[in-house]
């Protein structure tokens, strides 16, 4: 495939100055040698900024990690009036799988926490390309486990346990889903796929049109999934457990909801992992956002397309959870 093939769709006319401002700090291509200062670039949004003048607690807990492996760290937010078990909401943050933590993408799902009464686990998994897969799935298992046989005592209803991710987040929110359906582990009311990295191969269309442009291109995603996966990248020694669309049966998983935009690698992959649910007689919702680009709802929350991703994904939450 080649760019001249494959010409990319336009950004959302309100949505490209962001993105030419975001540009300015944040390169379209991302090598292995940028994952430092990716690291050290101030993604995180602090605690205090998420709660602040809101009825929101947040506390840690330190929980056992997988067999072998150190312990992890995760964090709950809920109401400071919280009363009645609500949802809950399992969160894998944002970051390629290099770099980020786990409040990295997590802001609108906080807002679940005001809106919706819910409690929010968020796990600190561990990075590639130090820690390589199946570390960050893992670990992401472990705490889902940990965050549904502790619903009474954080305050959910067990029955409205939802798995979200964003991004590579997104994909890791797949693939717990996967091994909880598979090792009849928690039993989950749905999962939320933001912008997901699910396919390592990097092969669609999409992954050929974002290349050197937008946030998170092609490049971006090679290095990412080359950090996690090595030289088993592309090649047929890879699990669906570390990389979603390879999975070969889609059948049995809770209700889907997955969203994402026209101008970002992640497209056609996240369209043809609903294709599948579908195909398997499965109920997904799916949201491909005219001229978006990657992140597009976390750095462009105001505008119009913004806006009306999130309430579209709310709907979807309300609709699912009988709220």
């Known amino acids: 495939m080649s760019n001249a093939k494959y010409p990319a769709p336009p950004f959302d006319r309100e949505l490209k100055p962001v993105l030419d401002v975001v540009l300015q700090s944040f390169n379209s291509s991302l090598y292995p040698e940028d994952i430092p200062a990716l690291r050290s670039g101030g993604f995180t949004p ?10 929101i607690e947040h506390f840690e807990r330190t929980i056992p990690g997988p067999e072998g492996a150190p312990d992890l760290l995760v964090s ?33 799902i906080v807002d679940y926490v ?9 796990v600190e998994y561990r990075l590639a390309p130090e820690n390589p897969a199946p570390a960050q799935v893992e670990d992401s298992y472990a705490a889902l486990k940990w965050t549904a046989e502790h619903a009474e005592e954080l305050g959910f209803a067990a029955d409205k346990l939802i798995a979200v991710g964003g991004s590579a987040g997104g ?59 090595g030289d088993r990248r592309g090649t047929d020694d890879v699990s669906p457990y570390e990389s979603p669309s390879r999975a070969t049966d889609l059948s049995n998983l809770p209700p889907t909801y997955i969203e994402v935009g026209s101008a970002e690698v ?23 956002w005219a001229g978006g680009f990657h992140l597009y709802e976390l750095v462009a929350a105001d505008t119009a397309i913004g806006v009306a991703s999130r309430e579209a994904r709310t709907n979807w939450v309300r609709r699912t959870l009988g709220l």
């Open 46 to 55: 602090g605690v205090e900024e998420l709660i602040k003048d809101r009825p």
């Open 266 to 288: 992640f497209r056609d992959e996240s369209a043809a992992y609903a294709s599948s649910i579908w195909a398997a007689g499965g109920s997904a919702e799916l949201h491909v």
């Open 171 to 229: 994909g890791v929110a797949a693939a717990v889903t996967l091994l909880a359906r598979d090792k009849n582990g928690p039993s989950l009311a749905g999962q939320l796929l933001m912008y997901p990295m699910l396919d390592d191969r990097n092969d669609t269309v999409s992954s050929h049109q974002i290349d050197g442009i937008g946030v998170w291109d092609r490049n971006s995603n090679l290095t990412g999934w080359n950090a996690v996966l």
């Open 114 to 122: 005001e809106q919706l009464d819910a409690v929010v686990v968020t």
């Open 76 to 108: 709950v937010f809920r109401r400071t009036d919280h009363r009645t078990p609500g949802p809950g909401f399992f969160f894998t943050h944002v970051g390629g799988l290099i770099f980020g933590d786990r409040f990295v993408g997590i802001a609108p």
